[in-house]
């Protein structure tokens, strides 16, 4: 009876931890030393309050300038198109009078403009509305 003879050949392995600590230092590298684009915004002047509170971002922002520009979060709108942006406006399981809206009003803006954005935001059954001011120093 023959035995065949069973051959152990040489196993080698690549050992990947060098290469895999070489990619994250340099993934570290350029996320340290790239550099953002710094898009534009919109140029305010806050009006300044003594008691002024931090409210969180979530929610609706609308943007009123001076020179009757507004803006629905990112989105250049006017009062009429504001109104429908409202109306289409999902509040993902919220209730509508409970979603929180701020507005942001450079300090030149009339009153009258921002009766007319209260007017229709509550007209679309939002009430939960602040007005951002900045902290007077």
């Known amino acids: 009876m023959r035995l065949k003879a069973r051959r152990k050949g040489i196993q080698s392995g690549v050992d990947m931890t060098p290469m895999l600590d070489v990619v994250f230092q340099l993934i570290i590298f350029f996320l340290v030393s790239t550099t953002f684009a710094v898009l534009p915004g919109i140029s305010m002047h806050l009006p300044?309050?003594?008691?002024?509170?931090?409210t969180s971002n979530?929610?609706?922002?609308?943007?009123?300038?001076?020179?009757?520009?507004?803006?629905?979060?990112?989105?250049?709108?006017?009062?009429k198109t504001l109104g429908d942006e409202l109306a289409a406006f999902d509040t993902k399981k919220t209730k509508r009078s409970e979603f929180p809206i701020t507005i942001e009003a450079d300090s030149e803006v009339t009153n009258g403009t921002i009766v007319k954005?209260?007017?229709?935001?509550?007209?679309n059954g939002f009430a939960a509305v602040n007005l951002r001011t900045k902290e007077k120093r």
């Open 117 to 123: 954005l209260f007017d229709v935001i509550r007209t």
């Open 48 to 54: 300044e309050s003594t008691t002024a509170e931090s």
């Open 58 to 79: 979530l929610g609706i922002t609308i943007t009123a300038d001076k020179n009757g520009g507004l803006w629905f979060n990112d989105k250049q709108v006017s009062f």
